[in-house]
Nanobody
Framework: QVQLVESGGGLVQAGGSLRLSCRAP???????????VGWYRQAPGKEREMVAT???????DYAESVNGRFTISRDGSRKTVNLQMSSLKFEDSGVYYC????????WGPGTQVTVSS
């Protein structure tokens, strides 16, 4: 079982910034480096959607709605995947989940992001 710990959510005004982090505290670096990782979000009444992903080979993909505003990164030494969010909009609000996947999917418990307009 993979344990994922998310942090960094909160309340921010539109136009502001937040940095989310997802850490795998029990994972060794070599195993972490073998996973594809990413961030997803779910707003009330909506389906969960991909926000940003970074593969084990460091190929990066962003949802069109966040491209140019969000930056995803991974740090093998800290076993962490980060999501730097800038120029936040009201519609960025939701629960943000990190995901690790290879042959199996692992999800974090989620962290709430609320952007006030």
């Amino acid at each position: 079982q993979v344990q994922l710990v998310e942090s960094g959510g909160g309340l921010v005004q539109a136009g502001g910034s937040l940095r989310l982090s997802c850490r795998a505290p029990r994972m060794i670096t070599s195993v972490f480096n073998g996973y594809n990782v990413g961030w997803y979000r779910q707003a009330p009444g909506k389906e969960r959607e991909m926000v940003a992903t970074i593969t084990r080979s460091r190929n990066i993909d962003y949802a069109e709605s966040v491209n140019g505003r969000f930056t995803i990164s991974r740090d093998g030494s800290r076993k962490t995947v980060n999501l730097q969010m800038s120029s936040l909009k009201f519609e960025d609000s939701g629960v943000y989940y990190c995901k690790f996947w290879d042959q199996q999917d692992y999800w974090g418990p989620g962290t709430q992001v609320t952007v006030s307009s």
